[in-house]
């Protein structure tokens, strides 16, 4: 299993960026797949995510409006376009896959990226 990110690095305030995750060695399309970010000394944060069929995903109340998640689930591919960035969105951002059966996830089942650096000036 292989999750890679891209897409990071420095921009100014009120600038996008458009981060991605390319999956590898599972099922894509079975899989939630979802945003986090961490701040060093701070606990991971979730930033949304999106189940496997696609659709509409949802955020943290932080991002919400100015984020968006979306998949292709035929580039086994995760996405996330960051518009009107603040400087609190400074983040390490990590991408997460997870295998989840209605409403029960299954931690042995539950995999990471190896995270991308967003950098916001203000």
């Known amino acids: 299993v292989q999750l890679v990110e891209s897409g990071g690095g420095l921009v100014q305030s009120g600038g996008s960026l458009r981060l991605s995750c390319a999956a590898s060695g599972f099922t894509f399309s079975k899989y939630v797949m979802s945003w986090y970010r961490q701040v060093p000394g701070k606990e991971r944060e979730l930033v949304g995510g999106?189940?496997?069929?696609?659709?509409?995903?949802n955020y943290v109340d932080s991002v919400r409006g100015r984020f968006a998640i979306s998949r292709d689930n035929a580039k086994n591919t995760l996405y996330l376009q960051m518009n009107s960035l603040k400087p609190e969105d400074t983040a390490v951002y990590y991408c997460?896959?997870?295998?989840?059966?209605?409403?029960?996830?299954?931690?042995?089942?539950?995999?990471w990226g190896q995270g991308t650096q967003v950098t916001v000036s203000s």
């Open positions: 997460n896959a997870m295998y989840c059966s209605g409403y029960v996830c299954l931690p042995q089942y539950d995999y």
């Open positions: 999106i189940i496997g069929a696609g659709g509409s995903a």
